[in-house]
């Protein structure tokens, strides 16, 4: 038998394995795609995100750069690759708009490959020729949602032009959506955080939030859509969410429609950054609550039949929120404004969190800010509900496994035969792709009576480079350590001994576990058809139960 040397990851992490949600990258309302090198040979196999922010440019024929963008292979790192200055979108001195540059979201076209910007902004003053209320007592009147394209993921992205299928000219001069004069309201009618969505049918739809104003009191989120990438279907314009509502419908071309059912919900006057996700018969809605500077914003959803609903929260205590804080976190908060970004093996969430997860405000009342976050996202089976819901692997500030896509590895558990000791039918959670962050979760763990003893095997030897065991929610069911790991490929043994836990995934004083957290051993790669962990090492010995949501195999 072989003793392995390993690195534990406290202090010191293999970034060919795994990244952190490390609060490195400044950034409000992210969107983020990833681009395929098969749709985009010069461009892809790289993540691209999009952030709220606009800046004067050093040089250029442009007023404005808007929208700084950085790309990613796998979540380890990012580099800002704008191509003005850093940001995404060149704004021209005579373009309609000139502040609040807001939650950018990019699609691409399949037909054209081009790339389609949407986003939402302040239009400046008009003049007689602008179609649009640009100024007026409410600082809100201006916010109108725009488009922009490019030839490329990183831009310049400018200004759409052209004549839509309505025969409306687009162009810089007039922001490209204008709700109060197509749909004929006696008032200006704000919106922003404007997300597209492409059905599986082809169907273009854009999500968004009609934002307050002097006549609109709360945000709520409307649906519509779209005729191509740049004609908007105002007959179909509909609210779906009104927040603290449980479920309710809007009437097709009326903004102020919405019959409401009788059940509330906790959600302030918020429902804001949504964005559409379709899977196995169903749409689901995702948004967040509150406002961006309460600890509970956080990633909601809402489901139904339709891309246009109507739609039905899920029930806090059911499978809300997908991503958000739980009663004891005090490591990431603020967990709201997403995307999801999609590869060929996983879904991602993309978000801001608050920078002080525990104070986002300092003490004269000026906000912190907010830090770029990401996170697997995945769906599971709600028998209750009778379909699938979605489910957040986070919020997370501690070590995780790096995207597969471009990674040197992916989780070999996943297709592993296991035998374990667990009790019941909890085996089944060892290797599912999820971890317990919320108290309807926190039943999905394999349990086990005083030792842990779990074996994966392999239909042929891999090539295994990491072992990552996750620790319960439970801090009284956690373990302090994983005594062994054994990997074995016929007459070769290797094992590692007493991998500890990471210390700042725990709190002892107050008796608390910080979800995501593991007990993770890197090591030189060897071949194994079969993987043995013990654990018996406990914090909390009041009990002999051991419970563990997830284990994670890297290997090729």
């Known amino acids: 038998m072989n003793k392995l040397r390993f690195s534990d990851g406290i202090g010191e992490s293999d970034k060919t394995l795994f990244y952190k949600n490390d609060f490195s990258v400044t ?33 250029g024929d442009y007023a404005f750069a808007a929208f700084p963008c950085y790309r ?56 007689a020729t602008t179609e649009y209320t640009s100024e007026t007592d409410d600082m809100w009147a201006c916010l109108y949602l725009g488009i922009a394209v490019s030839d490329t993921p990183f831009g310049p992205f400018v200004m759409a032009e052209g004549v839509n299928l309505d025969g409306d000219v687009i162009s810089g001069k007039n922001p490209p959506f204008n709700f109060q004069k197509k749909l004929g309201l006696s008032h200006y009618w704000s919106a922003i955080d404007v997300s597209p969505f492409i059905a599986p049918d082809g169907t273009l739809y854009v999500y968004f939030a009609k934002h307050v104003d002097k006549f609109h009191k709360c945000i709520c989120v409307y649906g519509m859509k779209m005729k191509d990438f740049i004609t908007p279907d105002y007959s179909t314009v509909t609210k779906l969410t009104h927040p603290s509502v449980l479920k309710g419908a809007g009437k097709a071309g009326d903004v102020g429609y919405f019959e409401e059912g009788a059940e509330k919900i906790d959600e302030g006057n918020v429902n804001e950054g949504p964005f559409m996700t379709y899977h196995d018969g169903k749409y689901y809605l995702t948004y967040s609550p509150f406002g961006y500077g309460s600890r509970r914003y956080s990633i909601m959803q ?11 929260k ?125 108290p309807f979760s926190a039943g999905e763990e394999a349990v086990f009576k005083g030792n842990a003893e779990i074996t994966f095997t392999f239909d042929k030897p891999r090539e295994i480079h990491a072992v990552m065991v996750y620790n319960s929610l439970n801090y009284e069911c956690a373990f302090s350590k994983v005594d062994s ?71 090729k």
């Open 27 to 59: 950034c409000a309302d992210p969107g983020c795609i990833y681009v395929s090198e098969k749709d985009d040979p010069v461009n892809g196999g790289w993540f691209y995100m999009y952030s709220t922010g606009h800046c004067s440019p050093k040089s």
């Open 72 to 127: 990613s292979r796998d979540f380890g790192a990012w580099e800002m690759i704008g191509a003005a200055e850093g940001h995404a979108l060149k704004v021209k001195a005579s373009d309609w708009a000139e502040k609040f540059f807001w939650a950018p979201e990019v699609i691409r076209d399949r037909k054209s490959g081009k790339y389609y910007m949407y986003f939402s902004a302040g239009a400046k003053k008009g003049d």
């Open 314 to 438: 899920i029930r806090y205590e059911e499978d809300n929120p997908v991503i958000g804080i739980n009663a004891v976190n005090d490591y990431m908060a603020g967990t709201g404004h997403h995307n999801f970004a999609y590869t060929d093996r996983e879904m991602w969430a993309v978000y801001h969190a608050h920078r002080d997860p525990v104070e986002p405000c300092d003490k004269d009342g000026r906000f912190k800010g907010r830090v770029l976050a990401v996170d697997r996202v995945g769906f599971v089976r709600n028998e209750k509900l009778g379909f699938d819901i979605l489910r957040g692997f986070g919020p997370t500030a501690s070590l995780q496994p790096l995207a597969e896509v471009n990674g040197n590895c992916i989780n070999l558990a996943r297709t592993a035969k296991v035998a374990s000791s667990a009790q019941g039918d909890t085996q089944k959670y060892l290797n599912d792709g999820f971890i317990a962050v919320h």
């Open 485 to 555: 790991v054994t990997l074995s490929a016929d007459v070769n043994v290797y094992t590692l001994c007493d991998v500890p836990a990471d210390p700042a995934d725990v709190n002892r004083e107050k008796k608390f576990m910080r979800a995501g957290g593991s007990a993770k051993a890197t090591f030189k790669p060897v071949m194994a058809d079969k993987i043995t962990i013990e654990v018996s090492s406990k914090y909390d010995d009041s009990e002999d139960t051991i419970r563990i949501p997830e284990i994670v195999i890297l290997g």
């Open 302 to 312: 809402a489901v139904s039949d339709f891309p246009l609903g109507p739609f039905t």
